[in-house]
Structure formats: C-alpha cells, structure tokens
C-alpha cells in the first residue's frame, strides 16, 4: 500500500533512519560490511559515482527480493548508505563523504571486496541452468 510523504506518493510513510556521522560505529559498519551480498551492493553503489543513487531493483544480487531488502535496512541502519524514496522506487547512494571521514581508506577496501564478490557471481552458473 502506498502511504504519503512530504505530499509525495511513496512505498512507506515511515521515515528512514540514517545516523549521523559522528554516531557511525566501527563494529557496526564493519557488520554491515561483513556480508558478501551486502559487499557486492556496495561495489554496485560505487559505479554509480560519487552522487549516484541507483533503485534497489537495479542492483541484482544472488538472493530473493525480501532478503536484498532487509541487506539494504543492514546497509543504511549502521550508516553505510543514504536510502530516500522517490514515488515508488527506493534510491540508494553510499555515504562516501562520511565514511572517508571516520574510518579513511575502509570504504575502498570495502569497494575492492565487492568487485571481487561480484566477478564471482558473474562466474556461477544461473539457477534456471543445469549441469547435467
């Protein structure tokens, strides 16, 4: 069900919760960062460029569309990523700015696993594929 927002139609008329800078916790990112779902979105975010949003559903991961759902809550709750929604779509961009500020160089490291991560899923064979 749609809900309104600042008088915009949206997926949820809740506000998304972002912590500020200075609350951003080392062991909480480094969770958040912890997951190879949830390194691949992040090299995904970071090919969108600095200011780049890109929609959840234009991020494909290897996982069904509630659990990339509850990765992104993982992503943004510990402060990792910005979410905002537009109509219906819900955008998303890596908080680069602030995370280069707390915890310098950890985001490219982050960046560089998540490459790794989605070479990888390039490799595996599809789902509806067999290997008979």
Same mark, same amino acid.
């Given at each position: 069900?749609? $809900?309104?927002? +600042?008088?915009?139609? *949206?997926? %949820?008329?809740?506000?998304?919760? #972002? ?11 480094? $969770? ?10 992040? /090299? ?12 959840? $559903? %234009? =991020? %494909? ?7 990339? *759902? /509850?990765?992104?809550? =993982?992503?943004?709750?510990? $402060?990792? =990523? #910005?979410?905002? +929604?537009?109509? %219906? ?10 995370? +280069? ?9 982050? =960046?560089? #696993? ?7 899923? /390039? ?7 067999? *290997? +008979?």
């Amino acid at each position: 069900m749609l $809900g309104y927002h +600042d008088g915009v139609a *949206s997926r %949820t008329a809740t506000d998304l919760v #972002h912590p500020d800078r200075e609350e951003l916790v080392f062991a909480r990112v480094m $969770g958040a960062l912890s997951d190879p779902v949830r390194l691949g979105v992040v /090299a995904r975010l970071a090919e969108a460029g600095p200011d780049g949003e890109l929609a959840c $559903g %234009t =991020i %494909t991961t290897p996982v069904s569309k509630s659990t990339q *759902s /509850a990765h992104f809550k =993982i992503l943004r709750e510990a $402060g990792v =990523i #910005h979410q905002r +929604d537009q109509g %219906t779509r819900r955008l998303n961009r890596l908080r680069r700015d602030d995370l +280069d500020a707390r915890f310098p160089g950890l985001l490219d490291l982050a =960046i560089a #696993h998540g490459r790794d991560v989605i070479a990888e899923w /390039a490799r595996q064979p599809q789902a509806t594929e067999r *290997s +008979d």
